[in-house]
């Protein structure tokens, strides 16, 4: 069975600071990684996907996240963040498109002025 | 990208009334669909796994005599909370799987979402 753990409930940040939201998976097998940022009273838009190839992956809004295999880590990042970013990230897992996609708990961005 | 829709946005419902959820995928067809839960301020979780003319398959906990799921085409899937509850009221997502953007690679996209609210 698969798993995610967003280390973070909360993450409070000044604007123009950088800012990493933590995430780790579990699984017996090869797994496909994804960042969703939800907005509130929206639906989910992805951020970024790691299928395979190189680990560190760039997203939309200036957003990056590293898979590391050795640490089952799949770390979210931006170097600069805005206002705008306050929101929910969700990070999830899957076997593939036709499998089930399984949630990690989520991890509120807040952005201070 | 691939567009998923969902009809109704928002429905308020009166409880003991049944309430459909439609899911669409616009300009792909999806060989699965998957219905997902959010409670305030949690995160999703998935009820149902939907294959196109086959039965759902529920997840552990949830009453599929309560959550009725039609996967009649390859392009919609509903979702129907029968009897409905305050307890019932949720954001309902759906997400459909297939090949989409000229890709034969199948990719989950997801939709809009539904908030229901019983009362």
Known sequence: AQSVTQLDSQVPVFEEAPVELRCNYSSSVSVYLFWYVQYPNQGLQLLLKYLSGSTLVKGINGFEAEFNKSQTSFHLRKPSVHISDTAEYFCAVSEGGGFKTIFGAGTRLFVKA | ?119
């Open chain 2, 1 to 119: 990208g691939a567009v998923v829709s969902q009809h109704p946005s928002r429905v308020i419902c009166k409880s003991g009334t049944s309430v459909k959820i439609e899911c669409r995928s616009l300009d792909f067809q999806a060989t699965t669909m998957f219905w997902y839960r959010q409670f305030p301020k949690k995160s999703l979780m998935l009820m149902a796994t939907s294959n196109e003319g086959s039965k759902a398959t529920y997840e552990q906990g949830v009453e599929k005599d309560k959550f009725l799921i039609n996967h009649a085409s390859l392009t919609l899937s509903t979702l129907t909370v029968t009897s409905a509850h305050p307890e019932d009221s949720s954001f309902y997502i759906c997400s459909a799987s297939g090949p989409a953007g000229g890709t034969t690679i199948e990719t989950q996209y997801f939709g809009p979402g539904t908030r229901l609210l019983v009362l």
